[in-house]
């Protein structure tokens, strides 16, 4: 794999962050949703986010696993 560059993993954070935190909200919504349904969607959009983020960590550790 090519080095990342100073900018490069400035994004990657930014990016990391951004996804850690949907996954929070999307999870935090389908606890509060009183809708069975809707809570399940939530919950899957947070998997969905929580799958990124951590694809994304194995990029930033040089895809180890």
């Known amino acids: 794999m090519t080095e990342l560059t100073a900018k490069d993993l400035d994004v990657l954070v930014q990016v990391l962050t951004g ?5 929070k909200k999307a999870r ?5 949703l009183t809708d069975a349904a809707l809570a399940q969607e939530m919950e899957k959009i947070a998997m969905q986010h929580e799958e990124r983020f951590n694809a994304l960590c194995t990029l930033l550790e040089g895809g180890k696993q």
């Open 19 to 23: 996804e850690e935190m949907a996954c």
């Open 28 to 32: 935090l919504y389908s606890n509060t």
